[in-house]
Every structure is written in C-alpha cells, then in structure tokens.
C-alpha cells in the first residue's frame, strides 16, 4: 500500500516530467515554425499552369516511416493576390493590434467610427471557379525543397485540401479527389458566385483591417488580397487519416496565442449590434480561445458605423470540445473511406466524391486540376533521389 506522501512525491515527479516534455514540444513548434518561415521567405509570383492534363506516371520507391503527432504542425504559409497570384508573404501577413483592445477607460479606440462600406462600390468578389486550390499547389510546388518527395513536405499527410472542403465535404458538398504520389488531392471544382454577399464581405474585410496591421509590408498592398497558413494534422492509423489543409487567415496572435491564426467572418446581412467574430482558432478542433466583439450602429435594414471592438476570452467547456471532437470524428470517417476507395483506384484518376445520407458516391468525372508542372516537379524530385 503506497502512503499519501509517497503518492504525493509520486505525483510531483510525474508534474515536473509532463512541465520538461511541454517546454521541449514548444521548443520543437518553434524550430518548425523558423524552418518553415525561412523555406518561405523568399516567395514569388509563379504562374499556374494549365490543369488539362493527364496525371505523369512516377516510380515507385520505398517511403520513409515517420510518425507524426495528430495535432497541427505548421508546414508553412503564402499570400494570394486576386485569388490566384502567389506573393511575398509579408506583403499580405498581417497581425492583431492589441494595442487597439487595451486602450485605459475612457480613451476612444483611434478612427472610430468607421463606415464600414467606405469603397465598397469598387469591390469586385465575384468567383465562378475554384482558383485559390490550383495557387495552392503552385506554392507547394515552390516551397518544397528540391531533394523533398511530396509527403516529406506534407509531413506525412494522406490528403491536400482547402480548409472549408474539409468542413464542406461530411455535409454532402461534392469533391473532386486525385491520387499522386501517394496522396489524395480534394479539390471542389464548382464554386458559388459570391457577388450578392459583396456587401457582408466588404464589412469583413473593413473590420479584419482595423483590428489588424500589415507592419512588414514593403510594396503596395491590396484590400482583398489574402494570406493563408498550411498546418498537417491526424494520425495515420486504420480509423483515421493524416491530412494537410491551406486555411485563410485574416491575422495573426503574436501575443499571448503567439502564431495562431485569427478569423474575422462575413456579418451575413444582420443587424445585430453586437458581431461575435471567432479569434486565434487552431482548426484541429476548432477550439476558440477569445472572441472579438464589434459594436456597431445599426438600422432596420444595414449594419451602420464600427462603434467599438472589445476582445474576449473564451474558456474551453467539456461541450464545446465534444462537438469538436464529434465534427472531426465525421470528417475523418470520410476520409478513411476514400482512402479505401483510392486504394484500387490508378494514379491520375479523377473522382466526384458526394457524401449522402449513410454512404459516400464515387462518381467518374472529367474534372481536372492537377497542373502538369506539378507533377513533373515531383515526378523528378523522385527522380533524383533514385540516381
């Protein structure tokens, strides 16, 4: 029988063991994140080639075994110009102006209030296709260093996508997958015309600016371009999949979330006087870790002026987690089962995937997206390391 102080020493040891491997964790993340930044430095614009093309046979070789942990790991991040165009990312990246939330009683925020709409007239929004997933290739095909294979440089994932076709596709949206070397690629090809929300996201973006700088910009910026992180996530196991996914990322945490990404979403046409905006959220579970509050004027049919913004912290509850882990849970289901589809299924075909009540529908299709400079890209990379 083991005394009250012996467990009691017991559970010390164990406290500063668990205290040793979180700081070496942060360490490692930290590493990751200046190996990823400094891969990333020095992005440029690179054009997209044509995607009607066949998928480029490659050789098969023998791949690593690495395990990876199943949260997220930063595996880089690039900025898009008009949807399509790479840029420098400091040009795009931006972060959260604290300074604006923690202002003493009594001092207005700076440049409220503020329309909203101001500009609005010149916004162009209207999309009719998928470009951002084809520019996400494009940068992979960039970032990746020459001797990488394609999964190295995913870390390990089974599947590339977008981050809203992960959440879209258990809801029934469908998908068009490809395999290449070894991973599967999830591309939506029909894509909604965005043109009768211009006005909501007009406002989010007026709102992501003032609560955001882009302080490392050194040439013009553009009010719609966009900066996005790419994170890798998931355990590669029979019940689940490893993915890895671009998300867009209004601004950046570089206080006390230090890295995480913060999302500003659209208002939606409501006109409610207090807008709850989702801050620092790492998308594994999509624990939300504060809220920004935007005070607006409002009338009967618009939301007004920007009054105020206020940020707030968010505990995580046993609730909240169990809906996260129920939403991933879902996912990964999915993906396990078009893994198994994918496995008698040749490199270079193409398949509509559609989630219906209790089954998934494989449909063949003759969508295509893969660029062929991408295939050749890695087909030779393959190459090089067989010589």
Known sequence: ????????????????????????????????????????????????????????????????????????????????????????????????????????????????????LDGVDSFFCTEHKNERFPAFLSWIQQAALPEQSLQEFLLGAEFVSLRGTLHRLPKGRAVVCCKFEGVIFLCETEWKNLDYEKDYIYRQISLRDYVSEKRLAKEATDKTDEFYMVYACGEKTESSARFCYATKTDCVDEGEYHGFPVQVPNFYGRTSRQITVDVPTIIYLEQRRAEVIARTSATSTNVGELQKVMLRKIPSTPESDERNYADLARLQEVLVAIRSHFRSVEEGVYVTVKKEKHSLRFIPTEQLFMPRSF????????GSQNV
């Open 1 to 116: 029988m083991i005394s009250s102080q012996k467990l009691a020493q017991i559970q010390g040891i164990l406290l500063e063991k668990q205290e040793i491997v979180r700081k070496n964790e942060e360490r490692i993340n930290r590493l990751i994140d200046e190996i990823a930044h400094l891969r990333n430095r020095g992005a440029s614009n690179v054009d997209v080639s044509s995607s009607e093309e066949e998928i480029i046979e490659a050789e098969e070789v023998e791949e690593k075994t690495v395990k990876f942990s199943k949260h997220p790991t930063k595996v880089g991040e690039f900025a898009l110009r008009d949807t399509s165009t790479l840029l420098p990312v400091n040009t795009v990246k931006a972060f959260l102006r604290k300074e604006i939330f923690d202002l003493p009683p009594g001092v207005n925020q700076p440049g409220l209030p503020l329309d909203l």
């Open 375 to 382: 295939q050749r890209r890695f087909k030779q990379g393959r």
